[in-house]
């Protein structure tokens, strides 16, 4: 079949194989072009290895560090006349391109939340790695049903004490307008800290030490996000934001756990702000995104998920450094997005962009672009005219 978009507000319902594929090889490439990571990762297990953050950091530890990987992830797959949605396939080109590098490269699809996939992904490790030296956590999810008691808790992006107003942009339509989204209430703090907070990542992290699968001074990473003031309220000290500060405190208790197993760390390292699937569903913030992706074009500092990890390993994990701290104990790859003049010419642009001025004062063009080639579509070298098999079995 001939595939293409299908835009539905942040999502696109379509995903193109061959596209998906094209994409992964584009990292790929972009981390052998920096060359070997010296004293990198060997065995590393990624939990959220499909897509966004999650899968830069596999491609990174493969192709920069020949690391064997093992990757947890959810999607749907592909079925008869009916594409899967990205992850599946991203997952289907990474494998392909690593075992053809001679790289070990697992994959296990299913809820990394529940027992099951806990324990399955414990007997791989056992059967296949005997231990893994680098655990990356990076789950973004709606949703996340308790293994223990059975509830289902559903995450939400809201603000926190009061309602607040801001700008927003359809990403789709190119309409800028004013959003005002109510408070959260106790319950909602709650069920976004249990799914997008700790608790899950320190599971994880005790049936590996407790099945003896972590390898002395073995390495723990969770990605957040802080971005600036204008977004605080939706992000920062919002919903997400709360269970942030939960997946900090997971990660002092997950430092002291390895710290004691051979001088191991677990830490956050804080990211930039980008287009990823998780991050199109959070009001206000692509609109920042559009302007941020301009301002830092204009000065030669963007990256990209790959750009970002390749950094993330290359100058803070390995490669003879260790990581650089803030104050607060957070490894800092958004400090380019961060720096004060860059946040000054956002907040200078920000209160006059309106839906007219939109295409001019921001980089919206570029937003859709990233976001498409999230799905496979507009990666160069692919005809789109072409038929397309949507159905590829996992490998
Ligand atoms: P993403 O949506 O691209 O990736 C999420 C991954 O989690 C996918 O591989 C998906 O398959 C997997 N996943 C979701 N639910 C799952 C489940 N129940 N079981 C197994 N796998 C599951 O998201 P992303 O933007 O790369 O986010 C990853 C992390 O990075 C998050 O913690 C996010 O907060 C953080 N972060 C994102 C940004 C940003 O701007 N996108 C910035 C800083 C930090």
């Given at each position: 079949m001939i595939i293409k978009p299908k835009v539905r507000g942040f999502v696109c319902v379509t995903s193109h194989p061959v596209g998906c594929?094209?994409?992964?090889?584009?990292?790929?490439?972009?981390?052998?072009?920096?060359?070997?990571?010296?004293?990198?990762?060997?065995?590393?297990?990624?939990?959220?290895?499909?897509?966004?953050?999650?899968?830069?950091?596999?491609?990174?530890?493969?192709?920069?560090?020949?690391?064997?990987?093992?990757?947890?992830?959810f999607d749907r797959p592909s079925?008869?006349?009916?594409?899967?949605?990205?992850?599946?396939?991203?997952?289907?080109?990474?494998?392909?391109?690593?075992?053809?590098?001679?790289?070990?490269?697992?994959?296990?699809?299913?809820?990394?939340?529940s027992d099951d996939i806990k324990r399955q992904t414990l007997e791989t490790i056992k059967a296949d790695l005997g231990q893994v030296d680098l655990v990356v956590y990076s789950l973004a999810s709606p949703r996340r049903t308790h293994p223990k008691t059975?509830?289902?808790?559903?995450?939400?992006?809201?603000?926190?004490?009061?309602?607040y107003t801001n700008k927003t942009v359809d990403t789709d339509k190119g309409i800028v307008s004013e959003v005002t989204i109510e408070p959260a209430n106790e319950a909602e703090i709650a069920d976004t800290i249990a799914v997008m907070g700790g608790e899950d990542w320190e599971m994880w992290i005790n049936a590996l030490r407790e099945a003896n699968l972590l390898a002395p001074g073995a390495q723990s990473v969770a990605y957040s996000y802080i971005?600036?003031?204008?977004?605080?309220?939706?992000?920062?000290?919002?919903?997400?934001?709360?269970?942030?500060?939960?997946?900090?405190?997971?990660?002092?208790?997950?430092?002291?756990?390895?710290?004691?197993?051979?001088?191991?760390?677990?830490?956050?390292?804080?990211?930039?702000?980008?287009?990823?699937?998780?991050?199109?569903?959070?009001?206000?913030?692509?609109?920042?995104?559009?302007?941020?992706?301009?301002?830092?074009?204009?000065?030669?500092?963007?990256?990209?998920?790959?750009?970002?990890?390749?950094?993330?390993?290359?100058?803070?994990?390995?490669?003879?450094?260790?990581p650089k701290f803030d104050e607060a104990g957070r490894v800092r790859v958004d400090d380019w997005e961060m720096v004060p003049e860059v946040q000054a010419a956002v907040r200078e642009i920000w209160p006059g962009i309106t839906t007219e001025n939109l295409a001019a004062l921001t980089d919206?063009?570029?937003?859709r672009e990233e976001f498409l080639k999230l799905f496979g579509f507009g990666l160069p070298g692919v005809n789109y005219e072409a038929d397309v098999e949507p159905h590829v079995p996992m490998i």
């Open positions: 594929a094209a994409h992964v090889q584009e990292w790929i490439d972009y981390v052998k072009a920096k060359g070997p990571i010296k004293a990198g990762p060997k065995k590393v297990l990624v939990i959220g290895s499909s897509t966004g953050y999650g899968l830069a950091s596999r491609i990174t530890a493969a192709f920069g560090s020949g690391a064997a990987t093992l990757g947890i992830f079925e008869e006349g009916r594409p899967a949605t990205p992850g599946w396939y991203n997952t289907i080109a990474f494998t392909a391109a690593a075992r053809k590098a001679g790289l070990y490269a697992k994959n296990i699809m299913g809820d990394a939340f059975g509830a289902v808790h559903k995450s939400c992006l809201k603000p926190v004490g009061a309602s971005g600036p003031e204008v977004t605080w309220a939706i992000y920062k000290n919002g919903t997400i934001g709360l269970a942030k500060n939960d997946l900090e405190r997971a990660a002092k208790a997950i430092n002291a756990q390895l710290a004691a197993n051979g001088g191991g760390r677990g830490f956050i390292s804080v990211n930039k702000a980008l287009v990823t699937q998780a991050s199109s569903a959070i009001p206000v913030v692509p609109l920042y995104i559009s302007i941020l992706y301009k301002i830092m074009k204009a000065r030669g500092t963007h990256e990209g998920c790959i750009e970002q990890m390749q950094r993330l390993f290359a100058t803070h994990m390995y490669n003879g450094n260790t919206i063009a570029g937003y």
